[in-house]
């Protein structure tokens, strides 16, 4: 059984940046595509960024250029970096990993999710 515990949220101007981490525990997870997405009240949970266990990388055109995912696999963690903030980043960020070949950009792609961390943007 895998479990994600995201950390790294909170409270920020815009124009701030913030860094998730994901920390994976139960088996690891390098060879395993990950991803993040998030979810505002009232939206469908959306796609942000991913990456596969080679290393590739796929981001929402709304955070291309502004956020950038990695991951340390001997720490067995993803990490989310988040510069440039704007009030519509505001929304409940959630680390997911699948089981899937290569990138994923779907929810549904995605067989573990972490309890998600909230990064709240103030205009």
């Known amino acids: 059984q895998v479990q994600l515990v995201e950390s790294g949220g909170g409270l920020v101007q815009a124009g701030g940046s913030l860094r998730l981490s994901c920390a994976a525990s139960?088996?690891?997870?390098?060879?395993?595509?990950m991803g993040w997405f998030r979810q505002s009240p009232g939206k469908e949970r959306e796609f942000v960024a991913a990456?596969?266990?080679?290393?590739?990388?796929s981001y929402a055109d709304s955070v291309k250029g502004r956020f950038t995912i990695s991951r340390d696999n001997a720490k067995n963690t993803l990490y989310l970096q988040m510069l440039s903030l704007k009030f519509e980043d505001t929304a409940v960020y959630y680390c997911?990993?699948?089981?899937?070949?290569?990138?994923?950009?779907?929810?549904?792609?995605?067989?573990?999710w972490g309890q998600g961390t909230q990064v709240t943007v103030s205009s």
């Open positions: 139960g088996r690891s997870l390098g060879s395993n595509s």
């Open positions: 997911a990993a699948t089981t899937a070949w290569g990138i994923r950009t779907t929810p549904d792609r995605y067989d573990y």
């Open positions: 990456i596969s266990g080679s290393g590739g990388t």
